[in-house]
């Protein structure tokens, strides 16, 4: 599981946003467990990149007429590995059965270089107001999907 945390004085982290709260109490409380920590490319801009997935899905999920998902942390996570695929930021892999799939690529600091970052966040706009607003002129949405980035 991967978890975004903020580091506090005296050298506790705590998450980032209460959409992982769910997830996390799975674990007991008292037992030891390992971690590897990354830096997150630019917390703030990481932050709004979520916020505007979480926009976006809201936005989806409410024009589906009876919406239910057993497990909404999945559906938000399929969602935005989509809406990355259909701004064009994946690879296409080939299954041991023989079958092609489009996987979404990861959005870490790690996995993705500073140039092509940038161009990803430009693209999931245009792939928002195409695929999820349905290429809306409604100018109070765009400017909502403007002030993400």
Not at 4 to 32: E, M, Q, S
Request: glycine share 4%; net charge positive.
């Amino acid at each position: 599981m991967q978890f975004d945390l903020v580091k506090h004085p005296g050298g506790v982290f705590a998450l980032a946003d209460d959409i992982d709260l769910p997830r996390i109490n799975r674990f007991k409380t008292g037992l030891t467990y390992t971690a590897e920590i990354k830096l997150t490319r630019n917390p703030l801009f990481h932050k709004k990149m979520f916020a505007f997935f979480a926009f976006c899905f809201e936005y989806w999920a409410a024009d589906k007429a009876g919406y239910e998902c057993s497990d909404e942390y999945t559906q938000k996570e399929e969602f935005r590995k989509n809406l990355t695929i259909l701004a064009g930021f994946s690879d296409v892999v080939t299954t041991i059965k023989g079958e092609v799939r489009v996987r979404a690529k990861s959005l870490s600091y790690a996995n993705m270089k500073a140039d092509e970052f940038e161009r990803c966040y430009r693209s999931m706009i245009n792939a928002a107001i195409k695929h999820v607003f349905a290429n809306t002129k409604d100018q109070s949405i765009l400017n909502r999907l403007q002030a993400f980035f």
